[in-house]
């Protein structure tokens, strides 16, 4: 777990992690782009299929905006290779089950679920601006409609 949260204006940690159909996904390599990266639990499941067909569906705009959208799951790539060819998919995900930049980001934490605890992913955003700071912080994101609200926090950028 992340000594200290991170907050809006804090240097965004520096990641590089494998990527649906073999690419490595850092944020190195992302700079001079406003990055959009979510976290989200795990491949093909109803909310994090959502999320992911909401943010999918406004890619172009983002990419107008100057801003690459980056999602990020403890699934394995071939997990994640699936997931894109299922649902059409045109954005980078990337794995990462180390859980390191997970921890990193302060979203692997414990969860709960029928009185029983368990490690997870806790569904978050961040938007990174152009110089790799972080301009804001979604916690515990409710799917439906975030990927708009993203797209309009990048166009106020």
């Known amino acids: 777990m992340a000594a200290e949260a991170l907050k809006e204006g804090d240097k965004a940690p520096a990641f ?29 499941t109803s909310g994090c299929t959502q999320e992911a067909i909401e ?11 100057g801003a690459q959208i980056v999602g990020v799951s403890p699934d394995p790539v071939k997990a994640h290779d699936k ?30 679920m029928y009185g029983r605890k368990y490690m997870g992913v806790e569904r ?6 152009k110089t790799g700071r972080i301009a804001r912080i979604w916690r515990k994101v409710k799917v439906p409609g ?3 609200e993203a797209l309009a926090a990048v166009k106020a950028l």
């Open 16 to 44: 590089s992690l494998a990527g649906a159909g073999g690419e490595t996904i850092s944020l190195a390599g992302l700079k001079g782009k406003a990055v959009v990266l979510y976290f989200y639990p795990k491949d093909d």
């Open 55 to 65: 943010f999918n569906a406004l890619r172009k705009d983002f990419a107008a905006a």
């Open 83 to 112: 997931f894109r060819a299922k649902h059409g998919l045109d954005f980078p995900l990337a794995s990462d089950e180390s859980k390191a930049m997970l921890e990193a980001y302060g979203v692997w934490v414990e969860k709960s």
């Open 124 to 129: 978050t955003t961040y938007l990174i601006d």
């Open 146 to 148: 975030h990927a708009a």
